[in-house]
């Protein structure tokens, strides 16, 4: 069963920096699309950046700029340099790997992990 645990969440003061990290187990073969997504109270989940298998990245327009994604050394992990946060940048942050296999596809989610960016 495969498994991403997101980890680096928590407060900071705004314009500060967060490095949130994702790690997953039990998978027998390399991710095609690997990402962060956010949600805000009240609002739906969005996209924040993507990296693909050639590592070609995708950034939200409030992104650009400010976050960094990155694939790690160790297979299927990811992670995202957060600088210059802002208040609006308060979310719940969930790590999502993606793809297809001859089998179908796949599409799996991290539990979350919380950044809150004071004003």
């Known amino acids: 069963q495969v498994q991403l645990v997101e980890s680096g969440g928590g407060l900071v003061q705004a314009g500060g920096s967060l490095r949130l990290s994702c790690a997953a187990s039990?998978?027998?073969?390399?991710?095609?699309?690997m990402g962060w997504y956010r949600q805000a109270p009240g609002k739906q989940r969005e996209l924040v950046a993507s990296?693909?298998?050639?590592?070609?990245?995708n950034y939200a327009d409030s992104a650009k700029g400010r976050f960094t994604i990155s694939r790690g050394n160790v297979v299927n992990t990811v992670y995202l340099q957060m600088n210059s946060l802002k208040p609006e940048d308060t979310a719940v942050y969930y790590c999502?790997?993606?793809?297809?296999?001859?089998?179908?596809?796949?599409?799996?989610w991290g539990q979350g992990t919380q950044v809150t960016v004071s004003s």
């Open positions: 039990g998978s027998t073969f390399r991710f095609n699309t």
């Open positions: 990296i693909s298998r050639s590592d070609s990245t």
């Open positions: 999502n790997a993606k793809g297809f296999l001859p089998g179908g596809g796949y599409d799996y």
